[in-house]
């Protein structure tokens, strides 16, 4: 198993930035990309941005292009998302996910952390 922590979420005015991390524990040798995803209210979950374990290839949603980074610290099992030029449509819980060796599908979690973005 793995267990992921978030933290650095908060409340931002537009404009503004936050950096959030997730720490990896358990059996971190097993992940293979670990990534973020986030879920505003009366709206699905949706994916931001990813970041592989070894080489470090990353992702982004084309809404956060060019605003956010994913990066990765092997030896504290954390990865970061900074975000920049925050927007109100920004808002939202922000969940952590780990795939692992052999999975295709994001199967650990953590417990979110919310970010508000006032206008």
């Known amino acids: 198993q793995v267990q992921l922590v978030e933290s650095g979420g908060g409340l931002v005015q537009a404009g503004g930035s936050l950096r959030l991390s997730c720490a990896a524990s358990g059996r971190t040798f097993s992940i293979t990309a670990m990534g973020w995803f986030r879920q505003a209210p009366g709206k699905e979950r949706e994916f931001v941005a990813a970041?592989?374990?070894?080489?470090?290839?990353?992702y982004y949603a084309n809404s956060v292009k060019g605003r956010f980074t994913i990066s990765k610290d092997n030896a504290k099992n954390t990865v970061y998302l900074q975000m920049n030029s925050l927007k109100p449509e920004d808002t939202a819980v922000y969940y952590c996910?780990?795939?692992?060796?052999?999975?295709?599908?994001?199967?650990?979690w953590g417990q979110g952390t919310q970010v508000t973005v006032s206008s």
């Open positions: 996910a780990a795939t692992s060796t052999g999975s295709k599908e994001y199967d650990y």
């Open positions: 970041i592989t374990w070894t080489g470090g290839m990353t």
